[in-house]
């Protein structure tokens, strides 16, 4: 079957910073998703790796391991605004997202 | 461009009723797909419309239906409806299927 394992809730500090893990099990890999989801709200597109290695933009950074089946989204300098779920997504080799049950981040200050 | 919009952003009904929710996607993506989400739970799919055929569909009871017409727009049916189908029910658009999906806003959806 198809899994993708997430942390199912994280605390962080304000100003600090967090990494979120995602590992997958999937039929096929065709890229993976990071999406931001405030409570309420609709899910918001973060970033997309296809390839190993990391891309950053801005304050968050997301890290691909094809060969681990491991992915980490990388939050930096965090605000209030930054508390939220995080859902992981990973498109299988028919291109369906395959998604992972979110990891929510609840920021202090 | 204006994004993925759906209506009617909220609705009661009870059960044993029927309801349908409609999809405008982002203007040029041919690809629509549909959300369950309920507390707690992630994302559940419902299924994929790719130009009016049906292309994915999840493990949902045939209760659950939809479709999309020519200009891409998409109405998802949900027939004798349960308690347990409450929740948000959301829509995302792609070009194709190489690309990133979009979310719209949402349905919230309370059965009585």
């Known amino acids: 079957g198809q899994n993708i394992d997430q942390p199912t809730e994280m605390t962080a500090t304000e100003g600090a910073i967090v990494q979120i893990n995602c590992t997958y099990q999937?039929?096929?890999?065709?890229?993976l998703f990071w999406y931001q989801q405030h409570a309420g709200e609709a899910p918001t597109f973060l970033s997309y790796?296809?390839l190993d290695g990391l891309e950053e933009k801005g304050r968050f950074s997301s890290f691909l391991s094809r060969s681990k089946g491991y992915s980490y989204l990388l939050l930096k300098e965090l605000q209030m605004k930054d508390s939220a779920s995080y859902l992981c997504?990973?498109?299988?080799?028919?291109?369906?997202?395959?998604w992972g049950a979110g990891t929510k981040l609840i920021i202090k200050p | 461009k204006a994004g993925v919009t759906q209506t009617p952003r909220y609705l009661i009904k009870t059960r044993g009723q029927q309801v349908t929710l409609s999809c405008s996607p982002i203007?040029?993506?041919?690809?629509v797909s549909w959300y369950q989400q309920t507390p707690g739970q992630g994302l559940q799919f419902l299924f994929e419309?790719?130009?009016?055929?049906?292309?994915n569909k999840g493990n949902f009871p045939g209760r659950f239906s939809g479709r999309q017409f020519s200009n891409s727009r998409s109405e998802m049916n949900v027939s004798t409806l349960e308690l347990g189908d409450s929740a948000l029910y959301l829509c995302?658009?792609?070009?194709?299927?190489?690309?990133?999906?979009?979310f719209g806003p949402g349905t919230r959806l309370t059965v009585l």
């Open positions: 790796n296809v």
């Open positions: 997504a990973v498109r299988d080799s028919n291109y369906q997202l395959i």
């Open positions: 999937t039929s096929g890999f065709n890229g």
């Open positions: 419309y790719f130009s009016e055929t049906q292309r």
């Open positions: 203007s040029g993506h041919r690809s």
């Open positions: 995302a658009s792609r070009t194709d299927l190489y690309d990133t999906q979009y």
